[in-house]
């Protein structure tokens, strides 16, 4: 995938590997942009230099493999990323929080740790 990982749902539902493609083939148009840090923060060198990072992703997202490795980026670069897999859900479930209980579930636990910030 972007990131040279393996996809674990390359047909997810909402979004699919195909999708992300695309999207990336699009945006990156210019190959100059694969070495730009800031469009392709997976590439910096400089991630341990972040503030507390958290990321929640989704279980059958195509997406999942990137967010658990980014934040295992952090963390070998000195930083601090703490990494939430969203069981049972899909790419974009937060938009089903006022009709899927589990969808809204996820949303309270982001929510919390949001406000821990603040303590």
């Known amino acids: 995938n972007l990131a040279g990982t393996p996809v674990t749902h390359v047909n997810a ?4 590997f195909k999708d992300i493609e695309s999207m990336y083939d ?7 942009c694969l070495k730009d840090k800031t469009a392709r ?14 990321v ?14 980014y934040c295992e980026l952090v963390n070998e670069q ?3 990323a703490t990494f939430f897999k ?4 899909v790419h974009m479930h937060l938009r089903a929080r006022h009709r899927s209980t ?9 929510v919390k740790v949001i406000n821990k910030l603040f303590e």
């Open 13 to 16: 539902p909402l979004l699919s």
């Open 26 to 32: 699009n945006y990156f148009k210019n190959t100059l």
């Open 41 to 54: 923060p997976i590439i910096s060198d400089t991630l341990g230099r972040l503030p507390k990072t958290f």
């Open 56 to 69: 929640f992703s989704a279980e059958f997202d195509p997406l999942y493999d990137d967010g658990k490795n």
């Open 78 to 80: 000195g930083g601090e």
């Open 86 to 89: 969203s069981a049972g859900l």
């Open 102 to 110: 589990k969808a809204k579930t996820e949303f309270i636990k982001i």
